[in-house]
């Protein structure tokens, strides 16, 4: 156990608030003995003798252990993913004794035997600690009392000693403290005892805790439709899996949105299936409390997500259902004004001089007949097709809005926009060819030109001799495409930046897509109503009104003074203990880490749409190729691939 100069021993003793009231009958203290001095108070226990309380505790703790073997065994989290493990708790023991004013010790087998013992009276409304005996020998030394809010009724009501990871997805990795001396305990560990004292208070007052903290009944047994409802989502992810097992299920996945979003809502169901069967849809204690919170609040909120994904997609295919004729004119027209016309616009407007520029004549006039041409072929051969076929693309986004909600709306907008704009990716691979070649011989001509060369096995520039015939022709081509180059490089601005267009609108709605799929709307319902279910952390308060509930052993006589500790420096170490308390606070979740999925969905945009390789490509004429769809991943099991389903 801890020491320090001044004193030969330090105690820890977590002490649960409900203990501080004004008794009715005096009991042995049940808890837990930790290395370092650290003592978790849970409860009194008011049977007959010790002997009955260690057969109860006893029976706690086999409980325990088969509750957490169950656990493991029964397709939980931890079983399935191999991320955490939870060794089980050391057994709860009688540590201490409880007595009222003017009553006598309690029978000295407990008091003789036990390794760490406390004797705690009261005297009129406070709390004083007698003795606290190491090996039953009675020991001097510094007792520091940290009171704690024991949740009875709200056992989801627990401390954290950091921040509960609401990713369900991330690993959670051992906490380990290197700063600790040996054989102290850590906070995070003493914490875990904490929370399970109302559990412990449960069982020694009723005997049972199978049904502790429940809030609902099963809401597994609801009928038959329920039974339908679940085999159609595996008849449905069972044919996802043949489907994404083919070379066509993983490319439509990677570059289609609607295959990315039907692959979502699918998994998305079967996750809120399964966490439904194993109870996570219901406010109830366990041993990993904080993560039971975080399932339960990512079931909710999934739920929420997608109730309100559907209302919004109901409301928006009504109304694309009763207005289709008029969208469809109205897209029709949009596009072939956008895609076609303006194109052809902005192609007669470079054949004239634009802005000043003095382009050269015989290649402005062969670039612009070859987009012209190409712009033609499309409008003859593709534009009827798309345009016969977008009244069929309209009556299939209402009705998805109607079964897969505003998000898979969203989707086919998507798909549509890229399928509308592939002529213009197909201009801009072919201006961006001719700029990337002509910059790439230009670079190799100035080389000449200085008299050097690329050294290809030594990756390096060297120098080099060449003959005049060779500095001749290499000075004419050089001069030839650097005049030629300013025309090339207005052809290359002009479909880049209407490449880079179309790449921010479909950028834009991945944003929307990531909006309506990962609403934090439960979980800040949530933190408003019950600040306490996502804990952060712990803080501490030295308040005098409850440090005024505990005295100090040197004054419990009846009539003399009551002297309360709030000097650190006793008067005598030796004579009497040094009594500090303290109460633990628990630190709620700010608002901004509710919003933990929209920071990574940012981080992925930013590296697919914002990303230095893109800016790189646009400026050497590399061609920017479809940017890969943000990768949904807030649910456990939905990865990039499907092999963890």
């Known amino acids: 156990m801890s020491t320090d100069d001044q004193y030969e021993y330090i105690f820890r003793i977590f002490w649960p608030e409900h203990l501080c009231r004004p008794l009715t009958e005096s009991g042995y203290l049940v808890g837990w003995i930790l290395p370092g001095g650290t003592v978790v108070v849970a409860c ?12 109860c505790l006893d029976a706690f703790h086999q409980q325990d252990i088969s509750s957490l073997g169950s656990s493991f065994g029964h397709g939980s989290e931890s079983s399935v993913s191999g991320t955490w493990t ?20 309690c029978e000295p087998g407990p008091r003789e035997e036990s390794d760490l ?41 627990v401390y954290a000693a950091a921040p509960i990871n609401l990713d369900l997805t991330a690993q959670d990795s051992l906490q380990t403290q290197s700063n600790l001396k040996d054989g102290e305990t850590s906070l995070p560990h003493i914490i875990d005892y904490v929370n399970t004292a109302s559990q412990l208070y449960t069982y020694v007052h009723s005997g049972d805790t199978s049904r502790f903290g429940e809030e609902t009944e099963d809401l597994t047994q609801i009928g038959l439709f329920w ?26 996945k990677r570059f289609s949105a ?9 998994r998305r169901n079967m996750y809120l299936v399964n966490q439904w069967r194993t109870g996570h849809c219901t406010r109830r204690a366990g041993r990993e409390q904080a993560r039971c919170n975080a399932q339960y609040a990512g079931f909710w909120n999934s739920v929420w997500v997608i109730g309100v994904d559907v209302v919004l997609g109901c409301v928006a295919g009504v109304w694309l259902i009763l207005n289709a004729q008029s969208v469809v004119d109205a897209t029709a027209h949009e596009l072939r004004q956008q895609t076609v016309t303006s194109l052809e616009q902005t192609i007669v407007w470079l054949r004239g001089w634009p802005a000043g520029l003095k382009l050269n004549n015989g290649l402005d006039g062969f670039l612009a007949e070859l987009f012209l041409w190409l712009i033609h072929f499309w409008t003859v051969v593709f534009q009827p097709q798309l345009t016969r076929h977008l009244s069929a693309v309209v009556a299939t986004a209402g009705w998805a809005g109607l079964v897969g909600g505003c998000s898979m709306q969203l989707a086919v907008l998507s798909d549509t926009l890229a399928l509308a704009t592939l002529h213009t990716y197909w201009f801009y691979m072919v201006a ?32 080099c001799d060449y003959d005049l015939g060779q500095l001749l022709i290499g000075t004419i081509l050089f001069t030839l495409l650097t005049y ?21 609108v479909q950028g834009l709605l991945e944003i929307l897509l990531g909006l309506l799929n990962h609403c934090p709307l439960f979980y800040l319902a949530l933190r408003l109503r019950d600040p306490r279910f996502f804990p952060s952390g712990v803080w501490y308060d030295i308040a005098p009104s409850r440090a005024e509930r505990f005295i100090e ?24 203990m040094n009594v500090t308390v303290v109460y633990m606070r628990s630190t709620p979740m700010p608002l901004s880490a509710m919003l933990f999925q929209y920071y990574q969905l940012w981080i992925q945009f930013s590296a697919s749409y914002l990303s230095q390789g893109i800016l790189r490509s646009l400026i050497v004429g590399d061609v920017i190729h479809p940017v890969q769809r943000l990768q949904h991943t807030m649910i456990p099991g939905l990865t990039a691939s499907s092999a963890n389903l």
């Open 553 to 576: 052993p040197g004054w419990h006589l009846p009539g003399s003074p009551v002297h309360l500790s709030r000097d650190p420096i006793p008067l005598s170490a030796r004579s009497r």
């Open 44 to 55: 009194k226990a008011s049977f007959a003798n010790a002997a009955q309380i260690n057969g």
């Open 484 to 504: 030629l180059f300013p025309t090339v490089l207005v052809y290359y601005l002009t479909f880049a930046s209407r490449r880079l267009a179309v790449i921010m």
């Open 86 to 105: 939870k060794k089980p708790m050391l057994s709860p023991v009688i540590v201490g004794y409880l007595s009222r004013e003017g009553e006598g010790l």
């Open 258 to 266: 609607v295959g990315q979003q039907l692959d979502l809502v699918v």
């Open 227 to 252: 039974c339908i409802w679940t085999w159609i989502l595996e008849i449905m992810t069972q044919a996802l899996l043949v489907v994404e097992t083919s070379t066509l299920g993983e490319r439509a």
């Open 432 to 463: 961006t060819r001719i700029f990337h070649w002509q910059l790439v011989t230009l670079y190799s001509l100035f080389n000449l030109f200085r008299g050097r060369k690329l050294n290809v096995l030594r990756c390096r520039i060297d120098s």
């Open 117 to 157: 013992w406390i004797d705690v009276f009261t005297a009129r409304t406070q709390i004083g600690i007698r003795d606290v005996l190491v090996h039953g020998m009675t020991v001097p030394g510094r007792v520091i009392v940290t009171l704690y809010d024991e949740s009875i009724e709200c056992p989801w009501h």
